[in-house]
């Protein structure tokens, strides 16, 4: 059974991460629902997550630049936890799967260094994050 509202509102009010949440897993989790959601399928936010890519990688001179920016975009918008974000694409001898590595700093009073995702979207759009 999951914690009562309460303790959740009680716990999120907190900076940081949750209690016994690692803050690198707690972002690249978020990262994955982000950048697995297309813009216009959370009604209440529809500038929440991803344009539909999948048509634009393989069609047009320029699609790695502006996923790119599009993803950095999104981040920098929706997961406050990160300041400083820079994407890079990572070349793939496989032409169906595009890898991007995403360079944060943590906002996270006190904390220190880079944090390092590397993405992969692979042929259905499907966006893993580690």
Do not use: C
Not at 57 to 63: A, E, F, I, K
Not at 77 to 104: C, G, H, Q, S
């Amino acid at each position: 059974m999951g914690r009562g509202l309460l303790s959740r509102i009680e716990t999120s009010s907190r900076p940081g991460a949750r209690e016994g949440e690692d803050l690198p897993e707690a972002i690249a989790a978020h990262l994955r629902f982000l950048l697995n959601t297309r813009q216009g399928d959370a009604a209440t936010v529809p500038s929440f997550g991803l344009v539909d890519f999948t048509d634009l990688v393989h069609s047009l001179p320029g699609s790695i630049p502006s996923l790119q920016a599009a993803i950095r975009t999104s981040i920098l918008e929706f997961e406050p936890r990160l300041k400083n974000v820079t994407v890079r694409y990572l070349p793939e001898t496989d032409p169906l799967i595009l890898r991007f590595e995403i360079t944060a700093q943590p906002v996270e009073q006190g904390a220190r260094g880079l944090l390092r995702f590397r993405t992969q979207v692979a042929p259905g759009g499907r966006v893993e994050v580690w």
